[in-house]
Structures are given as C-alpha cells and as structure tokens.
C-alpha cells in the first residue's frame, strides 16, 4: 500500500525522485510536504521508500530532513556513535549472496514436497518463493510451496504428496493469502481457478511444519498457468549445491533466470483469470523486482546514466534481454531502468511485436487464450478504465559490437510517430 500510495498518489507518474548531479537520489518536490508533515520517527522510512532504498542486514547511517538556506535537504547521520562507521553506508544497496541465503537444512525441509514427485516420475518445476531463494539467491520469506506439472499430471501429483507425506488435499482455503485486496474487487476472488488449474493441499499439522521449516501449504498448478513447459529441461535448471546428494533432491527442478522473467512477464499479461487482480500481479512484480536486485544486479544498481541522461540497463542485463522472448523484451527493459507503461498499452506492444516475429519467422500466430477483459476496480464503480496515450517501444541491438537501446513507434503509430515520447 505505501508503495501504491507513492507511485500512483504522491507522484502521480510513477516517478518519485530525482537524480542529482553528484548521483544521489532526492525525493521529488511533491514529497516535501508530505515528510514535513508525517511523524519525525517515521521520516526515515518514508524517506527511503521515496528514492527506492531499504535498510538490512548492517546498520546504516538515517536520512533526515533539513532545510539550508531555503532550500530542502537531505542529511544521513549516524544515530548510535557506538558503531563502527566501517559498516556503516548510506543505502541498503542489496545485500548479495553468492549461494542460497536458505541454510541446507531448510532447503531439506521446503524440498520434501517436489522431492516426492522426482521419486513418483511427475515431472515438476519448484515456483516461487523456494525457487527465488534456493536457486536464485534472493533473500526472502518462505511463505506457501509452489508447484508447477503439467496439466494432466495435476491430481496424480497432489496424491503423490498426499500419500507421502502429512498432507491433505483442501477444497476451500479460508486464508486471505490469494485473495484480492477488497479495496480493488469487492468480491475478494482467489487469484487462480481453485479446484481447476490449482489444487490446494495443507500439512495435517501446520504448526509443526512451521515448526520445522516445512510448507505448511502448498499449491500445485497446471504449468500453463505460469506460461511454462514441466517438461522442457531447456527451461529450467537443477540446484548447483544441492542439500543432498540424494537423487530425489538433486534432481528437483526450478525455472532459469531466463525463464524466470519470460513465465512473469507472460503470466501479468495473460493471467489464469481474465481480470486484473491487484494482489496476484503485486506478487509477481515483486519476484521480478528480487529476481532484477538481487540475481540480476547483484548489487542493487540495476542501470547506469549516460553522458546525455539517458538510462541504460547494466552490463549483467544485456544477456538476460538477449535471452528472453522478443515479445516481453520492451517490458524487461522498462523494469531493469525504471520506466513504466501502462498494463493497456504493455499488451498492445506485447502482442504486436509477438505478431510480427511470428511473420517474420514464417510460422502461425495464435492470439493469446488467456485476456484480461475488465479491470474490476473501475466495473464496480461503473467507471471507464483509463485511457493512456501509447509511446515509443525499446529495443535492443549491436552497433560496432556496443549494445544499444533504441526506441520507435509501433507500426499501428506510424502516423503520430512525431508526437511519440519515450516515458
């Protein structure tokens, strides 16, 4: 909620600080106000969500506001001069880790569950949470176990688990978990088509699975939910230091980087149902902002500026956008420089650019099967959904062996090219 508030509230364009010429973020002149104004103790927090930053791990020096002369200010000092001020930065930055933050023995306890399925011969990909932390090194919560199979092989793996191990197959899940924010669909629908293309299945004992670093719950979903093939080992890849050397465990799948952001990407655009449902794309721009900090970056800085302003993806993304499909490689870029289009617009260019790679490469283009058809926060209100103007769509390409972003118009705004912006 802060993060909305700040983007689609303070700043009215998504954007909410400034690049100073020294490099430092300032929070943008509509933020003044509102940080004079909230609690002094609460400064420091809304500060740094302003201009994107989070403190972990070691302590930090705290930003505070000044005025000098007039003018607003930021100032970081050091609250407690008992620290040692080696330690002591500015930003979080990210926190990196060069293997799993998941200690061997919680990875043993999270991966009971899809280590059932390599044993029943169900092929699987770990989702989620246990794939970003495990594989991915990102230093997040474990929270419920996602599992992708294919469709057919959906209700053989829940009683595969089922049998194995503590857990039962649920009809309901009563947990707010998955459902939608009352605020923007009044009727709270669960974020996928429960009982269809995901089953639910709960430990027998949730306490004592929380007890023991076990899912407590878990979901198994059809694959095609997540726009990703079970079976297709190009896509996925194994643990690289596995807990065990027991088969079961080392042979236990999960998406590649690669195929990490082309299943995000794919799935915000063509949801499991057709309407937009707030909590369920909040997850899955999250993933995709660990998976760009954290395995990306590795560092926290995820773009550079060059001489002229512009904002160019570091070095370790250019490989990443080679990769992922040519369709979601404009909505790849926006994330790795922080420019946003809206969902409207994102899937006209989506689908556009899909059309002509198709008829490029000869082959046969199949209109996606899954659309968002309504946005429930404007049907509840009988109000019309908004309406953006398009803009020019980033490409990649070599010149003289230097990678480039460019930008051009869509064929479909040929005509008003001339009037096309970049954000």
């Known amino acids: 909620m802060m993060s ?49 930053r989070q403190p972990k791990f070691a302590p930090r020096l705290t930003p505070f506001i000044s005025t000098n002369n007039g003018k607003r200010e930021l100032s970081w000092l050091d609250i407690d001069t008992h620290r040692d001020v080696i330690y002591i930065v500015r930003h979080m930055g990210v926190h990196s880790y060069d293997e799993s933050p998941s200690p061997p023995a919680e990875q043993l306890a999270r991966l009971g569950p899809p280590s059932v399925l390599v044993n029943a011969g169900i092929p699987s990909i770990v989702w989620g949470e246990d794939a970003l ?28 688990i089922c049998g194995a191990l503590p857990y039962s197959r649920k009809l309901v899940d009563e947990r707010e978990s998955w459902k939608d924010y009352s605020m923007t669909n009044k ?21 004592a699975a929380w007890e023991k670093d076990q899912p407590q719950q878990i979901l198994l979903h059809d694959s095609s939910v997540f726009h990703i093939d079970a079976q297709d080992y190009s896509r996925t890849c194994l643990n690289p230091r596995p807990p065990s050397t027991e088969p079961a465990i080392t042979d236990i799948r999960f998406p ?8 995000i990407i794919d799935t915000l655009n063509e949801p499991p149902l057709p309407f937009n449902h707030r909590k369920f794309e909040s997850w899955l721009g999250t993933m995709m902002s660990y ?20 904002r160019l993806p570091i070095d370790a993304c250019w490989p990443i956008l080679e990769q992922v499909k040519e369709e979601n ?45 309504f946005d429930p926060y404007y049907a509840d209100r009988n109000l019309p959904e908004p309406k953006c103007a398009p803009r020019l769509t980033p490409f990649i390409s070599t010149s003289n062996g230097k990678r480039e972003l460019f930008w051009r118009p869509l064929a479909r705004y040929s005509s008003i090219a001339a009037k096309l912006v970049r954000y």
């Open 133 to 160: 932390s495990i594989v991915h090194r990102v230093p997040t919560m474990l929270f419920d176990q996602h599992i992708l199979v294919e469709s057919t092989q959906l209700h053989a793996a829940a009683q595969a």
């Open 329 to 373: 490689r404009p909505r790849l870029i926006r994330n790795f420089i922080g420019r946003r289009l809206d969902p409207q617009n994102t899937r006209i260019e989506r689908e556009d650019i899909k059309r002509d790679v198709c008829q490029h490469k000869g082959i046969a283009y199949h209109p996606p099967t899954r659309r968002i058809l």
């Open 291 to 310: 998976l760009s900090f954290y395995t990306v970056a590795n560092t926290g800085g995820i773009f550079d500026i060059a001489e002229d302003g512009e």
């Open 4 to 52: 909305n508030l700040s983007f689609y509230t303070v700043s009215d364009k998504g954007v909410t600080y400034n690049i100073a010429e020294d490099g430092e973020r300032l929070p943008i002149d509509v933020c003044w106000p509102i940080l004079e104004q909230v609690k002094e103790e609460n400064h420091p927090r809304l500060i740094r969500n302003l201009i994107g």
């Open 187 to 207: 009727i709270k629908p669960y974020a996928f088509s429960f009982n269809d293309e995901t089953l639910f299945l709960e430990h027998n004992n949730v306490q």
């Open 256 to 263: 590649t980087l690669v195929a990490f952001f082309d299943a």
